[in-house]
Nanobody, 116 residues
Framework: VQLVESGGGMVQPGGSLRLSCAAS????????MSWVRQAPGKGPEWVSA????????YYADSVKGRFTISRDNAKNTLYLQMNSLKPEDTALYYC??????????WGQGTQVTVSS
């Protein structure tokens, strides 16, 4: 199993970024997936989740209305569109394979920095 995130970077407040997570080594379309972030000095924070078919999505209150999770099962790729970014969104963003009782595989993370 391999999960590889990309698309992070530095952006000004109010800006946008689109994160991608390329999955391999398993049947991507059979698993729910999540984005989780970790800010410096803080614990992991769940951001968003999506079911296998992409028809059900879930968001933390802190990102609701600004972030959109999606997936392309034909490309084995998970996405996170992030709009109206705030300094408090600064974190290392991970994609994770979701199980009913937690996560079993994580990527290496991609850094998002929101700063003027």
């Amino acid at each position: 199993v391999q999960l590889v995130e990309s698309g992070g970077g530095m952006v000004q407040p109010g800006g946008s970024l689109r994160l991608s997570c390329a999955a391999s080594g398993f049947t991507f379309s059979s698993y729910d997936m999540s984005w989780v972030r970790q800010a410096p000095g803080k614990g992991p924070e769940w951001v968003s989740a999506i079911n296998t078919g992409g028809g059900s999505t879930y968001y933390a209150d802190s990102v609701k209305g600004r972030f959109t999770i999606s997936r392309d099962n034909a490309k084995n790729t998970l996405y996170l569109q992030m709009n109206s970014l705030k300094p408090e969104d600064t974190a290392l963003y991970y994609c994770a394979r979701r199980l009913p009782d937690g996560y079993d595989y994580w990527g290496q993370g991609t850094q998002v920095t929101v700063s003027s």
